[in-house]
């Protein structure tokens, strides 16, 4: 059973900078799609970035270009480098670990328990 814990989130301004941070423990990390997802207060889930042990990552709609996402299968870490940040981003920030790349959370089979990004205006 993979088991996931995100850090890295906080308050910042607009225009400023969070690397988000989700370490797994136990598991085939590197066999899975790391993905990461984002709910906004009163909103759905929404998809942001994707990326699995190989090829290119896929981005959620407005992300791509200000977010970057990353793996270092080494020390079962994933990343997402958030720059540009807009009030709009606020959210809880959630990784995944699933068995395909894709922005559907189907095949995402364990999740962490969130967390929070506010960026203030």
């Known amino acids: 059973q993979v088991q996931l814990v995100e850090s890295g989130g906080g308050l910042v301004q607009a225009g400023g900078s969070l690397r988000l941070n989700c370490v797994a423990s136990?598991?085939?990390?590197?066999?899975?799609?790391i993905g990461w997802f984002r709910r906004a207060p009163g909103k759905e889930r929404e998809f942001v970035a994707a990326l699995m042990w190989s090829g290119y990552p896929i981005y959620g709609d407005s992300m791509e270009g200000r977010f970057t996402i990353s793996r270092d299968d080494a020390k079962n870490t994933g990343y997402l480098q958030m720059n540009s940040l807009k009030p709009e981003d606020t959210a809880v920030y959630y990784c995944a670990a699933g068995t395909s790349l894709t922005s559907s959370v189907t095949p995402y089979f364990a999740w962490g328990p969130g967390t929070q990004v506010t960026v203030s205006a």
């Open positions: 136990a598991g085939s990390f590197s066999r899975y799609t």
